[in-house]
């Protein structure tokens, strides 16, 4: 299989104009005609949704929450990146460009990274026209802030909900398209199935959350703007309802998969409280701007933190990376955390933590500012450790927060299925090994409101709507008759474990082996692991309930039972990747300061696995990345 | 802390329900409400009986998704918290405690303790949005907007849909959850040219939907996650009636 990735020829500053101008136009009477179908209502979805049916296109979208507005985009909290310069401060199109392209230290592809940046100013002033209402100076003009990884304030924010707030805007604008009929929302229906016919995407099988019901649904295209998949790792900051079942069953059924093993971990998390932890909660990485991180020099130091003098404190973000300080990438940030708790200095229960301290700026901004600028987040931590932080430092530890892996994409976010498009977090993205701050609701907002749109024209404008299968073609009963058999399979093992015991087990193991770092050894244990859980998982475990009702459990099965085969996957991806990048660390592969260390001369690429079957080796497609704007470097933030 | 816990069981929207106690013997401090609800189930399931069904997502008290009533209180005894931000150790050893889904005629019962908000989306559909077309936007900071506003505004805007006001309410009304999104897009520049409109139509949805009205009993902000104001109610009445006075409701047109 060759990979193309239809970049366009040109200078980068020229390319998404000239491919604009180059892509076929769906004539304006024609459009009504085809139909797409998306899966997912996050920002991707949504914003790709509204702005579809507004251009008169037939629009069906899907969600498993109760409505659309509840997509996980909604947890979003510190803000959403632009290069509007508005601060004055040296920012423009190529800087964002060159920073995202260095801060997802090297795995990216340029072209597709441009084109971000070019689209993000565009983002901001739909958002505003949409009623977002981001944080304003008292001039009334936009308030910027800055945030990790970067040295320009260049992110726009509403209080610590700017991920519900631009849900909400993109929600709204959605609903407005279904009050004029131009597009369906399915709420509580999750795609169990993709449906490929003659090497195109066809349509999806769907199952309906309230009855069980199972449906076909037949389009010309069909968009997957279904997030990432974290938590395959169990505990991460995902919502408990986020899946990879969409992304795997288009894998299954032929899409591939670029970079599974680059995915992200938070340094700022609330840490672990006991075995009952069903999900972990993510401090804003805004908080890096004010707050001091430290531990104590001395290990196992048990004193409470009041008690530790100046002296005895080691803030060793400050220490090694002058430069760029707290603020550091979220990966150095998250390793650096790793390494002191590993190393006996780390502080709370299990020594799984470390301090982010406020005290400084409260004494030199005054507490008012800093409850301005974090309020909600010190609430939000205070309700769920019952420790203020106004008075005392916040503890942290890393989690799993998001997946720079997903389906493989060309420049018009088209996987190399025909028809199946891949937007926002699910696709293998713009982030190269590491994203950025505040990169993410840039990505799912520029891919749905302004990439999209014009790509997906090209594809449907060749192809002919009257040849769109029925939905009750071979195709999909055949996919109908499949999804049956595994639902009845699942509730028929009546075993001695529950859905959450094995997902536990698998997330536990990708953790400790798949984690914040990875080695030969521990990857190739986790492989040979893996087989025998899932193995025990389709013999011991027990799903209550039948298929034809709302069974949550029987949900929650089907997408434990996809996560048992990416992790494998993801596993595989990172030992054959010989290197260490962003957020992919080979304890093999370091500097003498232990940083990661990339192999350029044989790993710029992005690695797009092909599936044979769930017990079958895949195959391995190579897409290789030529940097001919920002040269390849050792990332440095001393 | 050992726990009993009553809580509403129904199989389905046409099911009668009723209660049924658990004893929950160790209840840790640390744990939400919803995680205790986890360890709940996961017994039932080992014992062959069916697990509690409810909704939840994010469980950072953000997406909505979550919420019931604990012993009469929607989402639980602390305030501007969400069930899912309700830790343990507002709870003490020994207390029964009462769980059962949001009631209002316009918001049924699905399951246990899942309901169908839909109603809340279709009243969105009404006319909760600004009309502006991708790629129509203006330079965003074209428009100026004094702080204040957009504060108020941020304040209106932060509802996150969970139904609360409406289980709180006497009359199941759903005006804390109009108004909300009325005023934070009505607060706006951008929102003015549909002002009127919107809320003549948010207002005839809810109507329609089968909400009750609203008689200022307060319910609603004191229940509400996120502590919006009932002010806003105000300003949606005022909304209204200026629409009343000045338009007519008109059909929603994508010219």
Known sequence: MQLNSKVPNGPIQGKWDKHRFDMKLVNPANKRRYKVIIVGTGLAGASAGASLAQMGYEVDCFCFQDSARRAHSIAAQGGINAAKNYQNDGDSVYRLFYDTVKGGDFRAREANVYRLAEISASIIDQCVALGVPFAREYSGYLANRSFGGTQVSRTFYARGQTGQQLLLGAYSALSREVALGRAKVNSRSEMVDLVVHGGRARGIIVRDLVTGELTAHSADAVVLATGGYSNVFYLSTNAKGCNATAIWRAHRKGALFANPCFTQIHPTCIPVAGEHQSKLTLMSESLRNDGRIWVPKKKGDTRPAAQIPEAERDYYLERKYPAFGNLVPRDVASRNAKEVCDGGRGVGPGGLGVYLDFAEAIGRLGENVIRERYGNLFEMYDRITAEDPYRQPMRIYPAIHYAMGGLWVDYNLMSNLEGLHVIGEANFSDHGANRLGASALMQGLADGYFVLPYTIGDTLARMSPADRLKPDHPAFTEALDEAKERGRRLLGINGKRTVDSFHRELGKLLWDNCGMARSKESLTEALARIPQIREEFWANVKVPGGASELNQSLEQAGRVADFMELSELLCRDALTREESCGGHFRVEHQTEEGEAQRDDANFSHAAAWEFTGADTAPILHKEPLEFEYVHPAQRSYK | ?255
Not at chain 2, 145 to 174: E, H, T
């Open chain 2, 1 to 255: 802390m050992k726990l009993t816990l009553r809580i509403w069981r129904q199989d389905g929207p046409r099911d009668k329900g009723k209660f049924v106690a658990y004893p929950v013997d160790d209840v840790a401090e640390d744990m939400s409400f919803l995680e205790m609800l986890d360890v709940l189930n996961e017994r039932l399931t080992l014992k062959g009986e069916r697990p509690v069904a409810f909704d939840s997502d994010c469980r950072e008290g953000i997406c909505g998704a979550c919420g019931f009533m604990v012993s009469g209180v929607a989402h639980g005894p602390q305030k501007l918290t969400t069930a899912c931000q309700l830790f343990m150790r507002h709870f003490k050893d020994g207390e029964t405690v009462v769980v059962e889904p949001f009631r209002a005629r316009a918001l049924p019962v699905l399951k246990d303790l899942i309901i169908d908000r839909s109603a809340l989306d279709a009243i969105v559909q009404a006319g909760g949005f600004i009309s502006a077309r991708t790629g129509s936007a203006p330079e965003a900071n074209a428009m100026l907007i004094a702080k204040p506003v957009a504060d108020r505004s941020m304040d209106a805007a932060a509802c996150i849909g969970c139904g609360a006001c409406i289980a709180a309410c006497p009359n199941a009304s759903a005006m804390l959850f109009t108004a909300a999104k009325v005023s934070h897009l009505g607060l706006l520049p951008q929102g003015q040219p549909e002002r009127r409109q919107r809320a003549l139509r948010m207002v005839a949805k809810m109507n329609e939907l089968g909400f009750g009205g609203c008689s200022n009993h307060g319910e609603c902000e004191a229940a509400c996650p996120k502590g919006i104001s009932i002010d806003f109610i105000a300003r949606l009445n005022r909304d209204y009636l200026s629409g009343s006075l000045f338009e007519k409701p008109e059909p929603l047109s994508s010219v």
